[in-house]
């Protein structure tokens, strides 16, 4: 069965078509769009109008490319900043409609799931893994053995939620991320109880800032996604990314040859989430996943589970 799945992410909104069988996904057509659709959500509480706009005509044009593939079922996803907007679910009722979709607002426990779904049949380890996986709004932390997960939380940091918050300086200054460093811990101690995690065999990261973290450490010209896949990064090498990026101007990191145009003002924020989870799990290493949310979605929407 093909089946295609729209994330419509606070920072981003994905596409995946994909054929599954026999619980095997496999990619036909894969993009992202940066259309920060969760844009002054923390602060105001709705949906700009802009936002909806930008998502609404990105949307069609993934309307037309799936029908160009011909997929048997269409879904709409939406997560945190949809969650968060008084006029979320009008919203997203309203974009489905438009293509002639389904749609689904995922609470934070099913998009963890989901995240773990789809990352970790990347690995096919039967071993314990800890899941992280960064957005725009919310964070999710999933812990499972051979598929089957043990803890799931969705947290409320996300790389659009903390720039917003905490960062208005450029280059940022070390005032603003002790600030955010602050914060992520204090919901980190709050939410996910020190020693709940113990320490797995492997960490996996997915979604956009680790990818284009993972592009910046392998020193790419242009990004490569089968490259990216399964790299692994340290701790060490997060913090200095993080001390590399927070000390150049928004044109600087915008001038590196992977990063996307509306990634460079968040990606310090997603980075500092990913360093805070990995000293809260004291995890030395992590490993890069391609696959995410949109994997386990579609696994799930073609047995009937979406």
Known sequence: MIVAVIDTG??????????VLDDQVREIYRQTQVTRLGEG????????????????????DYATRIDDIGASRTMVIATSSVRDASDGLEFLK???????????????DEEAKLSFSGASAGFGSSDSVNLFDVGGG??????????????????????????????????VSRNELEAA????????AREVEKGVLTKPALTIAVAGT??????????????????????????????????????MTLPERL????????????IIAGSLIIERLMIHTEADELTVSELDILDGAARALAKGEL
């Open 181 to 188: 460093s602050g914060f992520i811990d204090d919901v980190l």
């Open 210 to 247: 680790v990818t284009a973290l993972a592009a910046i450490d392998l020193g790419l010209e242009s990004y490569d996604p089968a490259r990216v896949h399964g790299h692994q990064m340290s701790l060490t090498s997060i913090h200095g990314l993080i001390r590399k990026l927070s000390g």
């Open 138 to 171: 919310s964070t999710e932390v999933v812990s499972g053995v051979d598929g089957r997960v043990s803890f799931a939380r969705s947290l409320s940091l996300g790389c659009v939620r903390i720039t917003e918050r905490f960062i208005t300086t450029d280059p």
């Open 94 to 108: 309203t974009l489905a409609d438009g293509i002639g979709a389904g749609c689904r607002l995922l609470t934070g």
């Open 41 to 60: 959500v923390d602060r105001v509480g709705s949906l700009s109008r802009e936002a909806c706009a930008r998502v609404v005509t990105c949307v069609a």
């Open 255 to 266: 001038r590196l040859p992977t990063m996307e145009p509306g990634r460079a003002d968040v």
């Open 10 to 19: 606070t920072n981003s909104t994905r596409l995946l078509v994909a054929e």
